[in-house]
């Protein structure tokens, strides 16, 4: 992508928080921050640009009857901080020597911590608007730099160690409720020292091109602390419940629960193992996530998924910086597949996403569906039938768009419902008939109805995918039926292991069947249009 401006809706969108039932909601706010790395990286100073138009709605706290962003000040200026070092080239001098804890260094360690609710003002459109200063990712932005400048150890964790305790002290005396000291348990102060260790292997690893073996020495272990870290306060709730009088001194004592160590173990997980390690840190925080409504601790956040997934392909794009390679994706099929999964399931076991005990047959219905295949190709190439790149492609394709299928005949009824009603608003908004449109505009039916459109949009891409893919998907299918006659006849090639007999398939399409895909993704955009349209124009009516 030669055009930057493709990062505006990007990061808009990122910043944008919503909660979609009581116990599930999407913010995934830090994943600003690989995508301003991207950014700078790329693009350089115009990329810079981008960062800062494209994330202004992140520092302010717009709460909207639909969605809010999320007053998040020190992700914004950590993404701009990133991306114009970047662009400058990452002019860091090194500190190994240099270095002594200055009154401005000792001052913005003191106040960065700080969390202060500035103002709350209540608009008579029905939005709230939040001023807040709180910095404490700021922090932890500033110690990896000292780590990546060799900065000596003591001099910068001694005096976060006593930011620490006065943190913790604070917390303990009580606070005015809008003056927060962010900086006050021990798992805060351990992902700093994570951070500061974190930027010290990163220079080592990618500026000095050390060997694998100068990262952590033991990764894997590494990784599960940095889980713990992030995801295991629950169970240091079990401890404080058993406390008794001393609860509140121990649960702020709590070494664990710490929100910004999930993207470090991700980036190491990508650093070290590749895509395989950012699968498995998926894999691990929605678990993590699934756990919390299932168990009644919290709800659960699916922007989780795509931070851990923005940290791990960060790594992963720094290993191949370092070492001068290039990982191929991850097959846009496999991950069109589960996104089919995950949007149709609910439609089809008629799952409510409130209830853990749904959510987890969510889950684990989506690992199923990207699993199979892979069973059924290892039993084709144990009867000695191998598939081509292709034709898994458009078979993983087709799945999908039965799914979506089986989603859509579902619910049929209540799909006509919300379109009628969407048609009808509009027309009659269209001939200014307010009393009409009234009488159809229903807030639920509305919203249902941009719902099926976008999901109108996806079974319209599935469909493209089918007919790009149909005749590598027709050659496999009489392959394997000619296969599957003869697989039992005794002492036929086919029966005999390690033949390596490979599926041909065609290498392109037929020109009719690409003009019909063509046709079809310009009806899909066209429905895409028309969601984003009318969900912009009921915004603009609730505003105005």
Known sequence: MTSPYWLLPAFLLLSYQVQLTDTLGFHAALACVPLAVFAGDRHGWRGVGMVVVGGLLLPVGLFT??????????????????????????????????????????TALALLPVHVLVAREALDSGFDVVVIVSLLTVLHFLLFLMGWAQAPALPVLGPLV???????????????????????????????????????YAHALVIERASGNHGPRWPMTTIAILLLLWGGYPLWQGLVMFSGEHG????????????????????????????????????????????????????????ILVVAVAFGVLGNALRDRRDGTRSPWPSASGLGLALAGAVSLPLILGLQLDKGRDLLVLALGVAAILILPSFLGLALRRAGLWLGDEARRGWRVMTG???????????????LVAIGALIAALWFGVLGLKEGASGWRSGDTLMMGIGFLIYFAMLLTAVTGVLNHLPAVIASARELIR??????????????????????????????????????????????LIAVVITLLLLMEEFW
């Open 401 to 415: 768009l039965v799914l979506l299928l089986l989603g859509l005949l579902s619910h049929l009824q209540e799909a």
């Open 483 to 528: 296969g599957l006659r003869v697989w039992q006849q005794p002492k036929h090639p086919m029966t005999r292991e390690g033949t390596g007999e490979t599926v041909e398939t065609k290498s392109g399409t037929a020109v009719w069947l690409m003009r019909l895909a063509r046709g079809v993704g310009w009806v899909r955009n066209a429905l895409i």
């Open 162 to 200: 006593l930011a620490t305790a006065a943190g913790i002290g604070l917390a303990m005396l009580g606070s005015p409720w809008r003056f927060h000291y962010a900086l006050d348990t021990p798992a805060d102060f351990l992902t700093g020292l994570a951070f500061f260790h974190a930027g010290r």
């Open 248 to 303: 509140a001194l121990v649960e702020q004592l709590a070494p664990l629960g710490s929100a910004l160590a999930l993207p470090l173990a991700a980036l190491l997980a990508g650093w070290r193992y590749r895509w395989r390690g950012m699968v498995g840190i998926v894999a691990i925080a929605a678990a993590v996530e699934a756990s919390r409504v299932i168990f009644h601790w919290s709800g659960a956040n699916l922007g």
């Open 65 to 106: 009857p639909v969605g809010s962003f999320p007053a998040r000040l020190d992700i914004y200026l950590v993404s701009i901080s990133t991306a114009a070092l970047l662009a400058a080239r990452w002019p860091m001098p090194p500190l190994a020597r240099r270095f002594r804890p200055s009154f401005g260094f000792l």
